[in-house]
């Protein structure tokens, strides 16, 4: 019987309709998503050129204190242990025990005018006080969540709903990446200090977006990338064969249902095939002069946010679009003076490297270094574990430098005691407007459609590019 069934036509039908488009989206992405493991971005991106290829986010992850750091406030030494005044933190959100007196904590550093610029930076950092005509410091931020876990989720994602995009995610759906064997989202962690809070993957995580998108984590220790190395006897030539096999049949079911995560797979394993070659080179050190280590004050492979710092240049250097290094230990809600002293030694001076590198390299022109915490800390505290600060999300420090970004100055204000922004407040949401548009994009017409809307990393409120900062 040669009468074709209607299930049949359908099926046959779809099969080389979807064959048809996947050769398409191979044509356009060939040098992509077979070749690198990255799709190129989205078709009329970037908006107009762009000031930047890349960010680098130095996470320091639990909240330093701005009034340890950039924000010098005299009147806290004048009112140093005299009861908070009520007008500042009545009806505002605290993370402090209810019912317990708050005293005024006074500086527990001293701060220098440094530079030509004359930018206002404390004795706990003395590598950020020799760059300090290199940075644009933030002194307005507001967030909008007090606790750690939720305030990480929304710095990342400009909200505190879970299983939302990543910026870094954003940036590399809209943008791609320049890297032909390497995620074009990487992210590293390192511990050191009071309280090392967890950072959870889903902080990096793609959320809607196709999942070929989300960070990367590499290892600080031992093996960068867990599986990414052939097991005992299997050779290169086989495991391309393996590789492309597994291509062939994705395509085959990409052809009948198009679902994107296929595409991912497709993506992952050509990525992962690439990485056996390019990780190895890339952690391997040897090549640097020892001048560059000892800039860095960098031992690779010990686990340290120096040694994060050097390979962020690194991945930089083979064009990895987003890079953010997480340094977990600023929790500080007692002792405050002996852990800034702890993670300001582990992070001062690399920071201050990884910046004079990327100058010297002529990279710093087109990568955006963003550097603060997910809030800042209080001008008052309750007497817990010695002198401290606890979470602060109405005012608090934060600082860019690189491409596209006016260096040398200082943007906003807090009040007299450093509990309100009160001059050019600065919320999350600005600071990434303010990253898209370096790198080209308006962030009002960059979305995805989720759920019937049209989902924005800057969201639905208003958000607004920070101006007065860029160059």
Known sequence: ????????????????????????????????????????????????????????????????????????????A?????????????????????????????????????????????????????MADDLCILKSMV????????????????????????????????????????????????????????????????????????????????????????????????QRAVVDAIAAINRHRFARHADPEIQTRLSTYEIAFQMQTSVPDLVDMSDEPQRILDMYGATPGDGSFASNCLLARRLAERGVRFIQLYHRGWDHHGDLQRYMNVCCKLTDQPTWALIQDLKQRGM????????????????????????????HIKGFSMWMAGGGVKPGISYGATDELGYHATENVAHVRDLHATMLHLLGIRHQRFSYPFQGLDMKLTGVERARVLEGVLA
């Open 1 to 76: 019987m040669n009468e074709l069934k209607r299930r049949t036509f359908l099926a046959k039908s779809g099969l080389s309709l979807g064959a048809a488009s996947f050769a398409n989206l191979l044509a356009r992405d060939a040098s992509a998503d077979l070749a690198t493991g990255l799709p190129p971005g989205v078709e009329g991106l970037p908006h107009f050129p762009p000031r930047i290829k890349r960010v680098i986010f130095l996470c320091m992850a639990g909240g330093p204190s701005h009034l340890e750091t950039f924000d010098e406030k005299p009147e806290l």
């Open 78 to 130: 004048r009112l140093h242990d005299q009861p908070m005044p009520a007008s500042f933190t009545d009806g505002q959100p605290i993370a402090q025990l209810a019912g317990k007196p708050l005293k005024v904590q006074g500086p527990l550093t001293t701060f220098r005018r440094c530079g030509e610029s004359g930018q206002t930076i404390s004795d706990f950092l003395p590598y950020h006080q020799k």
């Open 143 to 238: 967030t909008e969540q007090i606790n750690h876990d939720p305030a990480h989720t929304f710095m990342n994602t400009g909200t505190a709903i879970s299983g939302r995009p990543s910026m870094g995610s954003w940036v590399t759906y809209g943008l791609g990446s320049e890297c032909d064997d390497l995620p074009g989202f990487v992210v590293m962690t390192s511990v050191g200090g009071r309280n090392p809070q967890p950072i959870a993957s889903r902080q990096w995580s793609s959320g809607f977006l196709p999942s070929r998108y989300q960070g990367v984590e590499f290892n600080s220790t031992g093996v960068p990338v867990h599986y990414v190395q052939p097991p005992a006897g299997v050779g290169k030539v086989g």
């Open 364 to 391: 710093l022109d087109e990568t955006l270094v963003i550097w603060g915490g997910e809030f800042g800390r209080t001008p008052m505290y309750q007497g817990k574990g010695g002198p401290g600060r606890d979470h």
